[in-house]
């Protein structure tokens, strides 16, 4: 949503509201142009003005034309500890007796999923699989002490509230095979793949892309040197931070990994160096685990 409040105080006024998520914005002469991803697309340019919204562009209109759009449904669920978490489900298009599920981590840890057009989601709804989308702990747009909970407890919490979200989805949707399961993630969707599949082997594949396996590695590596400092609350050499983060390293546990697994990294990767999945590879290799890494030159 976006929403305008007086200078001096008063009530919040919407500008946009509904299902949807606002990318850029700019405002003159009191009317506010913005970009506006909605479930049944990407993003089109909208002004409003009184009240009223016009769009401005329809970029991809032919193309969605030609193409049937799965829908996405949010739900809540109490987690491990009672938390209160919400996910977002993208259903395949056309749900019969049995379909597979994919769990598509997001990043950050601090970012969030939402309604907004998904094209990989999309994509996986064309071959009859649905997309589980679980905005855990430390995610965004859930007030600040919901981001805060992950506060020392990378791989902890969060990756429950994910594993909660799996068991919240098959109870709702009987139609969910739970014996056909993937998970994939991107950075910290990426780390918290490759943490779940050395605690459980109720996934029958994995994707880890761009993905920390091995935290103490990871931070004299990357050029994101401040990142786990200000998620511990002070460098890995104090207060025996070092221990807590090859505790949480998911490459500690690699002989409980049992699931197959797809590595995808850019070689040229600076906030997370292609190293974090070379070694995890290796030793999922040594481990007897299927794997394969993709690494793509000159990204």
């Known amino acids: 949503k976006l929403v305008r409040l007086p200078a001096a ?3 919040v006024e919407p500008i946009v509201a509904g299902q949807g998520a606002v990318g850029g914005w700019s405002t003159a002469r009191g009317a506010t142009a913005y970009a506006l991803h909605t479930g049944d697309g990407p993003a089109d340019l909208f002004v409003a003005a009184d009240r009223a919204a016009r769009r401005i562009t329809t970029l991809n209109d032919e193309v969605l034309a030609s193409r049937a759009i799965a829908p996405v449904e949010s739900f809540t669920f109490a987690s491990f500890d009672g938390t209160e978490i919400e996910a977002f489900l993208t259903k395949p298009l056309a749900v019969t007796t049995s379909h597979p599920m994919i769990v598509m981590i997001h990043g950050g840890p601090h970012g969030q999923q939402g309604p ?5 989601a999309q994509i996986y709804a064309a071959q009859g699989w649905a997309t589980l989308m679980v ?10 002490k919901l981001a805060d909970a992950i506060f020392r407890d990378q791989n902890g919490g969060e990756a429950k509230d994910v594993l909660a979200g799996v068991d919240a989805a098959l109870k709702k949707y009987p139609w969910i095979d ?5 998970v994939e993630g ?5 780390q918290l793949t490759n943490w779940l599949i050395t605690q459980t082997p109720r996934f ?3 994707i880890p892309i761009a993905g920390i396996s091995n935290l ?4 004299y590596t990357a050029y994101y040197h401040d990142y786990l400092a200000v998620e511990y609350g002070a460098f890995p050499h104090e207060q025996g931070i070092m221990e807590m983060l090859w505790e949480r390293s998911p490459i500690r546990y690699v002989h409980q990994a049992r699931t197959p697994t797809l590595f995808l990294h850019v070689e040229h990767d600076n906030d997370v160096p292609i190293t974090e999945a070379e070694q995890f590879f290796i030793a999922l290799m040594d481990a007897g685990v299927d794997t394969q ?5 000159r990204e």
């Open 9 to 11: 105080g008063g009530a």
């Open 116 to 120: 907004a057009f998904n094209q990989k």
């Open 135 to 144: 905005n855990y702990r430390g995610s965004t747009g859930y007030g600040q």
């Open 178 to 182: 739970g014996g056909r399961l993937g």
């Open 186 to 190: 991107t950075s910290y969707g990426g």
């Open 204 to 206: 029958k594949a994995a």
């Open 216 to 219: 103490v590695s990871f931070n």
């Open 293 to 297: 890494l993709i690494p793509y030159p």
